[in-house]
């Protein structure tokens, strides 16, 4: 079975644009989430989405945006990017929205690079 | 700042040897706790987890430890080998595997395998 798809793997912007990142759950997930990772550091929370709602939301500016679709799979939007946004983005897909054994898998990220 | 945290950058062992990967965290509501291994340019990969009201947790060659008393999770791999040269994230949760406020991650420990 396919895991978490994301696309594209690579990518390079100029400050100011705008940038759409894609993910396509494991089969059956209805639950996406999206995380930044910054070299050298752990992944921070972005968004959370289940059943097309979001569903939480970590301390990022209104310049990140997301939406889940009917499928289940999502889009992270960033607009104006700044040349910190710079890192791996991550998606990941669970079951449920939460609770007992609700594992959390993850892509292989999207790598932003803004120049 | 950061809820979880690692006590080491770097954990350098002899293949064959066991491995002890350590991690700290501050929050003593969360009741959900994950390991991830992270291999270069790749994205974090699910080794195990463990429910608040747990202590233990065994898996294929690892081991899970978790001591509330102290908030200290550890993470030990049996017969380290080459392939598991890699970063270990501990990651912990409020909401048993998603919620409002997503995984929080710490900054990683990057294990090393000596020949």
């Known amino acids: 079975d396919a895991g978490v798809t994301q696309s594209p793997t690579h990518l390079i912007k100029t400050r100011g644009q705008h940038v759409t990142l894609r993910c396509s759950p494991i089969?059956?997930?209805?639950?996406v989430s999206w995380y930044q990772q910054v070299l050298g550091q752990g992944p921070q929370f972005i968004f959370q989405?289940?059943?097309?709602?979001?569903?939480g939301r970590g301390n990022f500016p209104d310049r990140f945006s997301a939406r889940q679709f009917p499928n289940y799979s999502s889009e992270l939007n960033v607009n104006a990017l700044l040349l910190g946004d710079s890192a791996l983005y991550l998606c990941?897909?669970?079951?449920?929205?939460?609770?007992?054994?609700?594992?959390?898998?993850f892509g292989e990220g999207s790598w932003l690079t803004v120049v | 700042g950061e809820s979880v945290g690692l006590h080491l950058p770097t954990l350098s062992v002899q293949e064959g040897d066991n491995s002890i990967i350590n991690c700290a965290y501050s929050?003593?509501?969360?009741?959900?706790f994950i390991w991830y291994k992270q291999e270069s340019g790749k994205g974090p990969q699910f080794i195990i987890d463990i429910r608040s009201n747990m202590d233990k947790r065994q898996g294929q060659r690892v081991t899970v430890l978790l001591n509330k008393t102290v908030k200290h999770l550890s993470l030990q791999i049996a017969a380290t080998q080459p392939g598991d040269s890699a970063v270990y994230f501990c990651a912990e949760n409020l909401y048993s595997g998603g919620g409002a406020d997503g995984l929080t991650f710490g900054k990683g420990t990057h294990l090393i395998i000596q020949p």
């Open positions: 089969s059956g997930h209805k639950s």
């Open positions: 989405y289940y059943e097309k709602e979001e569903r």
């Open positions: 929050n003593s509501a969360s009741d959900y």
């Open positions: 990941a897909s669970s079951l449920a929205y939460r609770g007992p054994g609700n594992t959390i898998y």
